[in-house]
């Protein structure tokens, strides 16, 4: 069953900041996020195992909600390399290793 | 940290003929291998798993015969695209899992498939 990812799209000026959500109907294993580039292979930004887990990176930061069925992706002011299609992806199973399946993606354009 | 080589970067082919892509793990035993289809501005759907030494699971609405599978090593896993037509004009990507990394998920740089 496919995350369910929210807005489809967003259009920023740098320096603002955005967040993007992801959502299932089930509890889930894990929550990995992706940004991919055009044309380019998905990049690996984080995963989130634990419910109530937040991390970052730089200005990049998640969070996985107690229930483990929602997790949101924050970034702050957003630069220019930023833009790109953003993915969660899933993991249902009770152990790691279970195929990712991808919500449908957010288009993020950081304009100057 | 773990590599997914995933050849070639892009292929054109013409409709009818038959294309091999292949995705090596450099540095890390792949025991299993995800493959994924992406349309343009679309997700990641996952096509199929393979596992080394043993045949492959299908996605629902995957054909098997078309989409060729070989996992034969621990190394190495093929996807090959059989009587390629327009409409399996994609980016194609593959995807191992990674026990013990940081992510867990390693992908090649995908495959863009173009049939003429």
């Known amino acids: 069953q496919q995350p369910v990812q929210s807005p489809q799209a967003v259009i920023l000026r740098e320096g603002e900041d955005a967040v993007i959500n992801c959502s299932s109907s089930k509890a889930l294993y894990s929550v990995h996020w992706y940004r991919q580039k055009h044309g380019e292979a998905p990049v690996f930004l984080m995963i989130?195992?634990?419910?109530?887990e937040q991390k970052g990176h730089e200005k990049i930061s998640a969070s996985f909600n107690e229930k483990k069925q929602q997790s949101s992706l924050y970034l702050t002011a957003s630069q220019l390399s930023y833009s790109g299609t953003y993915f969660c992806?899933?993991?249902?199973?009770?152990?790691?290793?279970?195929?990712?399946?991808f919500g449908g993606g957010t288009r993020l354009m950081v304009k100057p | 940290g773990a590599v997914v080589s995933q050849h070639p970067s892009w292929v054109i082919c013409k409709s009818g003929t038959s294309v091999k892509i292949e995705c090596r793990s450099l540095?890390?035993?792949?025991?299993?291998m995800f493959w994924y289809r992406q349309f343009p501005k679309q997700s990641l759907m996952l096509m199929a798993t393979s596992n080394e030494g043993s045949k492959a699971t299908y996605e629902q609405g995957v054909e098997k015969d078309k989409f060729l599978i070989n996992h034969a090593s621990l190394t190495l896993s093929t996807l090959t695209v059989t009587s390629a037509h327009p409409e399996d004009s994609s980016f194609y990507i593959c995807s191992a899992y990674t026990q013990g990394s940081g992510n867990g998920y390693t992908f090649g740089s995908g495959t863009r498939l173009t049939v003429v």
């Open positions: 992806g899933t993991e249902r199973g009770n152990n790691a290793g279970n195929m990712l399946t």
């Open positions: 989130l195992l634990k419910g109530g």
């Open positions: 540095d890390f035993q792949a025991t299993t």
